[in-house]
């Protein structure tokens, strides 16, 4: 069974703050997937990282994805209480196998 | 932008009873899921569904479920008697490749 697991488990920063959240696995994934979900709905997807050590930036969001492809991190720079949510980081296995989330981090940036 | 629709968003049932979750994936989407998240818990896998049938199911998926697409545009989810674990937020998702959209979930709650 493959298994992701995400660090912290909660953070609460203030607007301003840069902060850094965890996905670590022991499993390799052909990509990892970052989603951010509010209250109420459904994750919804940030960024697909593909290949090992690979970065991508999304405004002031980076993610980077290990060499290994085992793990990824996310970084916000500058934080804003509009980051506030819950970010799930899902594993892609190869062939058909299903996406295996993360339980998250839930992050409260306050003002 | 085009987007996987869920209804009901809340429902309340009693124990044992059969209850129906109904999804409208985006039209030309192929691959067809069911997620469930029980409170405070990941986001967990029950199925998959391509090609008018199933492609992969999780453990959860028992025979207390069953998946259909009755007319080509609903995809629903059956759960024939409900149990008190049953009550989840259920997400229906849909796909073309690997990117995945949520639909905002119906909570369940079983009584």
């Known amino acids: 069974t493959q298994l992701l697991e995400q660090s912290p488990q909660f953070l609460s920063i203030q607007e301003g703050e840069n902060l850094t959240v965890y996905c670590n696995s022991s499993s390799v994934f052909s990509s990892l997937q970052w989603y951010r979900q509010e209250p109420g709905e459904g994750p919804v997807l940030l960024v697909t990282?593909?290949?090992?050590?690979e970065v991508k930036k999304l405004k002031r969001l980076t993610f980077q994805f290990g060499d290994a492809r085992k793990d990824s991190s996310l970084h916000i720079t500058a934080a804003q209480p509009g980051d506030t949510g819950l970010y799930l980081c899902a594993g892609v296995g190869f062939g058909n196998t299903p996406l295996v989330f993360g339980k998250g981090t839930r992050l409260s940036v306050i003002a | 932008e085009p987007e996987v629709t869920q209804t009901p968003s809340h429902q309340v049932t009693q124990m044992g009873q059969e209850v129906i979750l109904r999804c409208v994936p985006i039209s030309n989407h192929l691959y067809f899921y069911w997620y469930r998240q029980i409170l405070g818990q990941k986001v967990e896998f029950l199925v998959s569904f391509y090609n008018n049938e199933i492609s992969e199911k999780s453990e959860i998926f028992d025979d207390q479920f069953s998946v259909e697409r009755p007319d080509g545009s609903n995809f629903t989810l059956k759960i024939r008697s409900t149990k008190l674990e049953d009550s989840a937020m259920y997400f229906c998702?849909?796909?073309?490749?690997?990117?995945?959209?949520f639909g905002s979930g119906t909570q369940l709650s079983v009584l």
């Open positions: 998702a849909s796909s073309s490749y690997e990117k995945l959209f």
């Open positions: 990282v593909v290949t090992g050590g």
